[in-house]
């Protein structure tokens, strides 16, 4: 099978290692307009050629898009215009409501299977990119009855194939859910990040006694911006509720803290403690 | 020597556990409330014996206290007015001016040494504690010239066979410091946790989608109510500048996204991944 990764970094190179590490006999193409990503996509096996889009799509049985958001919303529609009519096109996106609304009445629709795969790292590009991202973790499918059942089924044989859990829902829902379980959590890991950083400037030494508590919670501030700020702009009415909800929440700590109200903290943080039972869900 | 470990906990447990794995011939007194900690401790040879307070102190060489900053408050003065004259008092706690302050004065003062690990795990009691916890991790201590040479020495041999590395500062700074890189972390957890725990009650599946960034960025919300309630009340100065701050970032970022300011969003971002620099130092 010929497989087109457009976008050769580190979700689309480990969808592709992944794929390699169990199944033989594909041919993957890469398309980036990034030439150091592309010379070191062939460099790492990632890819075993380098084409153009068109040329890529007009050779391609699976194409798979690991492009930012941003950049998906024009290939997306620009993609199927162009794709043979048996093949199909996915996308690897954080946010699918803009998209799916974008090609609703493409002629083509039904061959685009609207995937978000929740795996990744606060790192980026192909050299970060490794066979066993994607194990285990879980694929969400959107909107999966406007997909054709053979395009979905193709789709579904390598979710299967890479050992991946399977999630279908509504775009709409995907995007209002993961607002609160990813998008928030990225927002406020840099928005801690800026803080801490701003007060090293007054106090030269803040670092010296951080440790793991800290470095967990400011593990996502080293993402990619040019990857998240189109994530915050398509998905910002579900985001900016989110943020407010937490912000709110922020407020009544800083509020029960400033009177000392020990065991009103005392109470917030038991229901917080709840979280254990969701983790130990996470973790299985 | 006989070494009192007041507080059988995930630190004092493992403060015990580590010494023991690295010197041997110490006894170990345990001193307790919680009647389940003292038999776990003794079961899995964290203390040797357990005794009342008053009894421990008046047989040890060293005293550890390894309680909640609040029960440290009333048991550093109590242990001093007890302790042999050639004995040294520790402490392990997460906040330090509020203690030094209060013993300032004491005519045994200079058998105090004020110490903070920089470990811990979110979870806590004896069964948490290993012998690995305070290897390598940071040991600061606080006010040094108060303490007497022999104790400051007793103490830095022990940090030293802990293989801990060490940093000096003055209780205020430190009081000044932690509020940001420990004491804001656990609070934008906490509150991430209320978040996110708040919305499922009306979209039941939200958790299907998690994945590691937000297991990371909520981990220490599962953290004890009991150990964390009261550091707010006693740094809640510090800790209430620090969130007022971080509260200002996210209410940046929601405006930002509110008004779809993309490149705004990705200056910050940028901003935000400075923080590699520390994390490289952390992870070092």
Known sequence: MKISIVGVGLLGGSFSLGLQ???????????DINEDHCT????????????????ALAKSDLVVLATPVNVIKWQLP??????????????LGST????????????????????????????????????GLLKNKMMIICDKDSSDEDALNLVLQKIKKLEMRLHFMEAKQH??????????????????????????????????MAGSGFSST?????SSPDMWAPIFSHNADNISEALGAYIKQLQLFKEIIDKREEDKS???????NDIRRVLMGLDR
Chains 1, 2 share one sequence.
Do not use: W
């Not at 620009?78 to 996308?91: A, G, T």
């Not at 400011?218 to 080293?222: C, E, G, I, Q």
């Open 78 to 91: 620009y993609c199927l215009d162009r794709l043979p009519s048996n093949s199909v096109l996915i996308d």
């Open 266 to 272: 005392r109470e917030l943080m038991e229901h917080a």
């Open 218 to 222: 400011v593990r996502l501030a080293k």
């Open 96 to 131: 699918k409501a803009t998209f799916n609304g974008h090609v609703e009445n493409h002629p083509k629709r039904s061959r685009y299977v609207s995937c978000h795969p929740i795996a990744g790292t606060e790192n980026s590009g192909p050299a970060e990119a490794f066979p």
């Open 21 to 31: 590490s169990v199944e033989e006999g594909h041919h993957f193409i890469g398309v």
């Open 40 to 55: 070191k996509a062939l460099e790492l096996g990632i890819v075993h050629e380098i084409c153009q889009l068109d040329e």
């Open 175 to 208: 995007d209002r859910h993961i607002a609160y379980v990813s998008h928030l959590s990225h927002i406020s890991s840099f928005a801690l990040g800026l803080t801490v950083l701003d007060k090293e400037k007054i106090e030269k030494s803040i670092f010296a």
